[in-house]
């Protein structure tokens, strides 16, 4: 199997494919492919990371002495 990569964008629930692309997929006809749809979620990345540094900091605060009020 060969792969052919290409970065693209969803409208209407449709991957639109570069005609470069299409091209290739026409002299394949009636072939078997797999599909492999990777999402940029840099962003869900980038709010984790600011999480942990928020509850890390956050933590560093926290002295023995406020264990009281854990029992509430």
Known sequence: MRALEF????????????????????????KDVRVIVLVDDSDIYDDMIFQHATQSQFLKGYDDTDAIYDTY
């Open 7 to 30: 970065k693209s964008k969803i409208k209407n629930n449709r991957i639109l494919i570069p005609a470069k692309i299409q091209t290739e997929l026409q002299t394949k006809k009636d």
